[in-house]
């Protein structure tokens, strides 16, 4: 992701205008909500995992079902949303929306590979804790905080073409 952001700035600094003419400025109040939302998920997998370690098995897994579900519900409005913006501006129109699509569906596949995270670990809890377990819902809950953090700077980077 480095890397990526990397490249967006770039691009940004070595052409004149940012966005180039006739794409539009991306949008700013509902990526904004949607970030705060999914920022939010952190809050509930971190109990998850703290309920693990007190061998609380489903309070656990009720914290993580939680964050699941407003995690899905993220994912489906950001590929409806992003399946909207590619049928408005092509992915190959130029380097400006190469490296959007391309910084926003990296972090998308990030927040899906959570999910499916999520889902084995939905399974695991529901058959009772052991130390492998709780080991593995500390992890989750760490990936969603560095998924969480990679999604704010994602949008942090696509939202500086309107300044």
């Known amino acids: 992701f480095a890397c990526l952001v990397a490249t967006y700035f770039y691009l940004r ?3 004149a205008a940012w966005p180039p003419p006739g794409v539009p400025e991306p949008r700013v109040v509902v990526p904004l909500i949607l970030v705060a939302v999914l920022v939010a998920t952190s809050i509930p997998m971190q109990l998850a995992s703290l309920r693990a370690r007190a061998g609380r098995a489903a309070a656990a897994l009720l914290f993580v079902l939680a964050a699941f579900v407003v995690q899905c519900g ?3 409005y950001s590929i409806h949303d992003f399946r909207d913006q590619l049928q408005r501006v092509d992915i190959t129109w130029n380097a400006y929306t190469s490296i959007y699509y391309t910084l926003l ?3 998308h596949a990030h927040v899906a590979v959570g999910i499916l995270l999520d889902v084995w670990l939905l399974a695991k809890l529901a058959r009772g804790l052991t ?3 709780e080991n593995a819902t500390q992890a989750i809950a760490w990936y969603w905080h560095a998924v969480n953090l990679i999604t704010v700077a994602v949008i942090a980077t696509l939202l500086s ?3």
Do not use: E, K, P, S
């Open 13 to 15: 600094f070595n052409n």
């Open 161 to 163: 073409a309107r300044l």
């Open 105 to 107: 569906g990296a972090d």
């Open 131 to 133: 130390t492998y377990r």
């Open 74 to 76: 993220y994912l489906a």
